[in-house]
Nanobody, 123 residues
Framework: QVQLVESGGGLVQAGDSLRLSCAAS????????MAWFRQAPGQERELVGT????????DYADTVKGRFTISRDTAKNVMYLYMNSLKAEEAAVYYC????????????????WGQGTQVTVSS
């Protein structure tokens, strides 16, 4: 079991950068593939990107490819989402998630979720 806590959200201007963190308050990242999702008001939850255990391969939604980067430090049990050139339409609650089965992340049904962190982008 792993408990996830996101941090780093806030208010930025369009074009700015922001780094989100996802830490394990309980458990370890060892053995888990993980992902970042986001959900804007009135919209469906969207998969932003994944990082897969054990090869640490990262994959991204086309909408963020080249601007967002996922990394993690399994020794510290922290995952990061680096977001560059943020757009106003990317304002959302960002969630991290984890599952031992990477396909569950792609399916949008991972077992473990964080509580989310709000990112607001002003235009």
């Amino acid at each position: 079991q792993v408990q996830l806590v996101e941090s780093g959200g806030g208010l930025v201007q369009a074009g700015d950068s922001l780094r989100l963190s996802c830490a394990a308050s309980e458990g370890t990242f060892i053995g888990y593939s993980m992902a970042w999702f986001r959900q804007a008001p009135g919209q469906e939850r969207e998969l932003v990107g994944t990082i897969t255990w054990p090869n640490e391969r990262t994959d991204y939604a086309d909408t963020v490819k080249g601007r967002f980067t996922i990394s993690r430090d399994t020794a510290k049990n922290v995952m990061y989402l680096y977001m560059n050139s943020l757009k106003a339409e990317e304002a959302a609650v960002y969630y991290c998630a984890a599952d031992v089965l990477s396909f569950q992340l792609r399916a949008g049904t991972p077992r473990y979720w964080g509580q989310g962190t709000q990112v607001t982008v002003s235009s």
